[in-house]
C-alpha cells in the first residue's frame, strides 16, 4: 500500500479533491450559515455607500418599470395588454431577479478568486450565494408589486397562493442557470463581456414588456416558439395568477417545472464536475 493510499484509508483526501456528489451537497449544506452572510453583506456593501441607502433595493426597478413602462406602453398604443402598468410590473420585477443572479452568478468563481484560492469551502456555495443575494432582495420588491395591484384595484384571490411554488421553481431554475454560467466563465473569461448582451436579447425576446400574442400574431410560427420559452412561461403564469385580466396556457407549469429540475440538475452536476478546476492559477 501506497503512502497516499494509507492516507486515503484513513479519511485524508488530497486538497482540492472533488468529492462525491453526495457528500459535496451535504458539505455544501454544512456552510449555508456562510451563503447567507455572505449574501446580506453583500446586499449591505451595494448599497451604504449610497444617500438613500437599501431603499434603493425597490427604487431601481421601480424606476424601470416607469421608464420602459411609458415608452413601451406608447409604442404598442392599442395593442399594450389591459392593465398595462401592472403587466409591466410584474414582467421587470421578476425579470430583473434573473437577470441579476445569471450575471452575477457568472462571476461568482472568478469575482473571488483570492477566497477560491485561499479557503477550503464547497465552491458551490459562491453561486448559491448570489441567487439568495438577489431572493432577500426579490422580497421587497415584490411587496411593491402587490402594493401596486392593490393601489391600482387588483384584490387577492386564492391564486396568489400559488405564486410560492412557482418562485420555488423559478429559483431553482435560476439556480441553474447561474451554475452553468459560474462554470463557463471560468475556462471562457470572454463570455463576462458578452453578459450584457446576454441579458438585453433575454429581456426583449421573454415578454417582458408586450404580449407575444398581440405583437406576433401575424407570425404564428414565431408566436409558437413562446410555448416553450421558459421566461416567458414564468413571466405569464405569474400574470395570470395576479391579474384577473391575464390568462395563459395551464400546460406552462408542466412545462416550466421540467425546465426548472432540468435545468437545475444539469447545471448542478456540470458545475461539481469541474470543482476541482476553481481556483487553479492560471
Known amino acids: ?38 449574501a446580506r453583506f453583500k446586499i449591505r456593501s451595494h448599497n451604504e455607500r449610497n444617500r438613500l441607502g437599501m431603499l ?118 435560476t439556480t441553474g442557470v447561474a451554475l452553468i454560467g459560474a462554470r463557463l466563465t471560468v475556462h471562457i473569461r470572454d463570455l463576462t ?7 438585453r436579447v433575454l429581456f426583449y425576446t421573454s415578454g417582458v414588456l408586450f404580449q407575444p400574442d398581440r405583437i406576433l400574431q401575424n407570425y404564428p410560427s414565431v408566436l409558437a416558439l413562446y410555448d416553450w420559452h421558459p421566461l416567458h412561461e414564468v413571466l405569464s403564469i405569474a400574470r395570470g395568477l395576479l391579474l384577473p385580466t391575464a390568462d395563459y396556457n395551464p400546460m406552462y407549469w408542466a412545462y416550466f417545472a421540467v425546465w426548472s429540475v432540468v435545468v437545475f440538475v444539469f447545471g448542478l452536476i456540470f458545475f461539481w464536475v469541474a470543482e476541482e478546476r476553481y481556483g487553479r492559477a492560471d
Open 56 to 173: 434603493w433595493v425597490v427604487l431601481q426597478p421601480s424606476l424601470n418599470a416607469l421608464v420602459y413602462g411609458v415608452i413601451f406602453g406608447v409604442l404598442q398604443g392599442g395593442r399594450r395588454p389591459e392593465k398595462f402598468l401592472e403587466f409591466v410590473v410584474i414582467g421587470v420585477f421578476l425579470f430583473q431577479f434573473f437577470t441579476s443572479s445569471m450575471n452575477s452568478g457568472a462571476k461568482s468563481i472568478t469575482g473571488n478568486r483570492a477566497l477560491v484560492q485561499s479557503l477550503a469551502f464547497p465552491r458551490l456555495t459562491l453561486p448559491l450565494s448570489v441567487v439568495i443575494e438577489q431572493a432577500l432582495t426579490l422580497v421587497p420588491t415584490l411587496g411593491v408589486m402587490v402594493g401596486v395591484l392593490l393601489v391600482r384595484g387588483t384584490w387577492p384571490s386564492w391564486e396568489w397562493l400559488l405564486l410560492v411554488p412557482l418562485l420555488c421553481l423559478y429559483a431553482l431554475f
Open 1 to 38: 500500500m501506497s503512502l497516499a493510499e494509507m492516507a486515503a484509508a484513513r479519511g485524508l483526501h488530497r486538497v482540492g479533491a472533488r468529492p462525491p456528489l453526495w457528500s459535496y451537497l451535504k458539505q455544501t449544506w454544512q456552510r449555508r450559515d456562510f451563503a447567507i452572510a455572505m
Open 193 to 199: 463581456q458578452l453578459l450584457p448582451f446576454v441579458s
